[in-house]
């Protein structure tokens, strides 16, 4: 109660609101109202920069999404190097395959032979180009390719059922009467199976009698390889020359896989004839005849090649294998033979491949998957 009385106790006066104003100063005031209008100016200025930038990196984001679709989760990459039993710099050399081409579906392209050389053919660009030594992209491709053979031979795969499933210009074996010869299928189209007519060793078509028993083996691009057994219709004249017409068949077998993938081709080579000279306590050393001999490869894998040549040449000969590619560069390897064909004049010898420089191998790789440039 006193303080209450005490508090009215006090003088009372009349007091102006303006009084304040020009106590404090009028200038101050009109500064700090300036002032607060700025701030919330800057303020405007900045959430609308603020929403545009927003914007700008959403549409970014939006397209570079689209251009590299997201990784594939990592336990299903995981997976796959497993049953590969890849190593680590092979599990390594795979991600940055997938990485390259923006794979989302590693299993789908695993088992898509066309995907699968999308993306490691991808993968040979980006190290032919981002390699800062010759040493170094012998060393990455070396790997890649290992890859490329593991994956050949334990996933990509292919089927036949019938001979109308035959791709055109495969190259096959036909046996007649015990006797292989070397073909070509031209077509697989028609109400027969058209090929090649083989000749005999005088260089003249054979002539089968209609009805006669004729095999037939091939190998598809995945190295998968099949047999069947028909018989001749018939022969007939074409702009290739004479072909032999077979009945198809839909009983197909499958045949064992060859180790790697093999591509028909026409490269021209050069072979040498090789002998090995003893000098005792298991020490050898290579003797390299200097005369040149010549001949067509006609078919070639990283295992060993089939050379169409007129030179007489004997099974178990080591030959030096030489041929030039586009870019100028020698590929060499260290051949033996395995047989030999006749067809008409020339000869066929069948090699494989003994030795081969890591760089020469990487080339053939390049060839028979078809990466490199021709």
């Given at each position: 109660?006193?303080?209450?009385?005490?508090?009215?106790?006090?003088?009372?006066?009349?007091?102006?609101?303006?009084?304040?104003?020009?106590?404090?100063?009028?200038?101050?005031a009109k500064f700090f109202a300036?002032?607060?209008?700025?701030?919330?100016?800057?303020?405007?200025?900045?959430?609308?920069?603020?929403?545009?930038?927003?914007?700008?990196?959403?549409?970014?984001?939006?397209?570079?999404?689209?251009?590299?679709?997201?990784?594939?989760?990592?336990?299903?990459?995981?997976?796959?190097?497993r049953n590969l039993g890849l190593?680590?710099?092979?599990?390594?050399?795979?991600?940055?395959?997938?990485?390259?081409?923006?794979?989302?579906?590693?299993?789908?392209?695993?088992?898509?032979?066309?995907?699968?050389?999308?993306?490691?053919?991808?993968?040979?660009?980006?190290?032919?180009?981002?390699?800062?030594?010759?040493?170094?992209?012998?060393?990455?491709l070396s790997v890649l390719f290992?890859?490329?053979?593991?994956?050949?031979?334990?996933?990509?795969?292919?089927?036949?059922?019938?001979?109308?499933?035959?791709?055109?210009?495969?190259?096959?074996?036909?046996?007649?009467?015990?006797?292989?010869?070397?073909?070509?299928?031209?077509?697989?189209?028609?109400?027969?199976?058209?090929?090649?007519?083989?000749?005999?060793?005088?260089?003249?078509?054979?002539?089968?009698?209609?009805?006669?028993?004729?095999?037939?083996?091939?190998?598809?691009?995945?190295?998968?390889?099949?047999?069947?057994?028909?018989?001749?219709?018939?022969?007939?004249?074409?702009?290739?020359?004479?072909?032999?017409?077979?009945?198809?068949?839909?009983?197909?077998?499958?045949?064992?896989?060859?180790?790697?993938?093999?591509?028909?081709?026409?490269?021209?080579?050069?072979?040498?004839?090789?002998?090995?000279?003893?000098?005792?306590?298991?020490?050898?050393?290579?003797?390299?005849?200097?005369?040149?001999?010549?001949?067509?490869?006609?078919?070639?894998?990283?295992?060993?090649?089939?050379?169409?040549?007129?030179?007489?040449?004997?099974?178990?000969?080591?030959?030096?294998?030489?041929?030039?590619?586009?870019?100028?560069?020698?590929?060499?390897?260290?051949?033996?033979?395995?047989?030999?064909?006749?067809?008409?004049?020339?000869?066929?010898?069948?090699?494989?491949?003994?030795?081969?420089?890591?760089?020469?191998?990487?080339?053939?790789?390049?060839?028979?998957?078809?990466?490199?440039?021709?």
């Amino acid at each position: 109660m006193n303080i209450i009385t005490g508090f009215a106790m006090l003088p009372l006066q009349a007091v102006q609101v303006t009084d304040f104003w020009r106590d404090k100063g009028g200038d101050d005031a009109k500064f700090f109202a300036f002032g607060i209008g700025i701030v919330i100016i800057v303020l405007i200025i900045i959430n609308i920069l603020r929403t545009k930038l927003k914007l700008s990196v959403l549409n970014d984001s939006s397209q570079t999404s689209s251009r590299s679709p997201r990784r594939f989760p990592v336990f299903a990459f995981h997976k796959i190097v497993r049953n590969l039993g890849l190593n680590r710099d092979q599990a390594k050399m795979l991600d940055f395959v997938f990485r390259s081409d923006g794979v989302t579906d590693p299993f789908r392209s695993l088992n898509t032979a066309s995907l699968l050389d999308r993306h490691f053919k991808r993968a040979y660009r980006v190290i032919e180009h981002t390699s800062i030594s010759e040493d170094e992209m012998t060393e990455k491709l070396s790997v890649l390719f290992a890859i490329r053979n593991i994956i050949e031979n334990n996933v990509v795969g292919a089927t036949a059922t019938s001979t109308r499933q035959i791709p055109d210009n495969t190259a096959a074996v036909l046996t007649i009467n015990d006797k292989n010869y070397p073909v070509r299928v031209i077509s697989s189209k028609g109400d027969s199976l058209v090929v090649q007519n083989p000749t005999s060793g005088t260089g003249e078509p054979l002539r089968l009698p209609k009805g006669s028993k004729a095999g037939l083996a091939f190998f598809t691009k995945t190295n998968k390889g099949f047999s069947v057994e028909s018989r001749v219709l018939g022969t007939a004249e074409t702009a290739e020359g004479q072909v032999l017409q077979l009945v198809h068949s839909g009983q197909i077998k499958k045949l064992s896989n060859r180790r790697f993938r093999r591509r028909q081709t026409v490269i021209s080579t050069s072979f040498f004839f090789v002998t090995v000279e003893n000098l005792g306590r298991k020490k050898t050393r290579l003797i390299v005849d200097k005369r040149r001999f010549s001949g067509n490869i006609l078919d070639i894998s990283i295992g060993g090649c089939s050379v169409k040549t007129n030179t007489s040449v004997s099974s178990g000969q080591k030959l030096k294998i030489e041929f030039t590619r586009e870019d100028h560069s020698i590929v060499a390897a260290l051949g033996e033979v395995l047989r030999t064909n006749k067809s008409g004049m020339s000869t066929i010898i069948h090699i494989k491949f003994i030795k081969i420089p890591r760089k020469s191998l990487n080339t053939i790789n390049a060839v028979v998957y078809e990466y490199a440039r021709d």
